[in-house]
């Protein structure tokens, strides 16, 4: 017979458990499509990239990059969440979000109507 704390604590772990899985699930769910050339990007990539692109084919502009490392972030930060001892992606994470400010810097040196588009847009802070 089990004991009213240890059918709490099984409870608790199945709840965690499909919490897990469900996020699991959304990152899978990052579909890859044909670009027509020889790599490969997920669909998801390639909307963000048509999205921010400021002409055909734009793919270096600062917007295209901030937004795919904006994208990155978001997955690593839901990988984090699930694996919370990963500390290596935590390092990897934190090179992105440093990378993603710098290139923000940039673009605010560059262009500051473009930049508060840009920040609105995407939703982020200052």
């Given at each position: 017979m089990t004991k009213p704390s240890e059918k709490k604590i099984e409870k608790k772990l199945e709840k965690k458990i499909e919490v897990k899985v469900e996020k699991v699930e959304k990152i899978k769910e990052v579909k890859v499509i044909d670009t027509g050339t020889k790599t490969q990007l997920p669909e998801n990539k390639q909307k963000i990239i048509?999205?921010?692109?400021?002409?055909?084919g734009d793919t270096g502009?600062?917007?295209v990059q901030v937004a795919l490392l904006s994208y990155k972030i978001q997955n690593l930060a839901a990988h984090l969440e699930i694996n919370k001892k990963d500390n290596h992606?935590?390092?990897?994470?934190?090179?992105?979000?440093a990378k993603r400010r710098r290139i923000i810097n940039y673009l605010q040196r560059l262009n500051v109507k473009r930049y508060k588009v840009l920040i609105n847009k995407l939703g982020l802070k200052k």
């Open positions: 048509d999205e921010y692109a400021q002409k055909k502009s600062p917007e992606s935590r390092r990897g994470l934190l090179k992105v979000i």
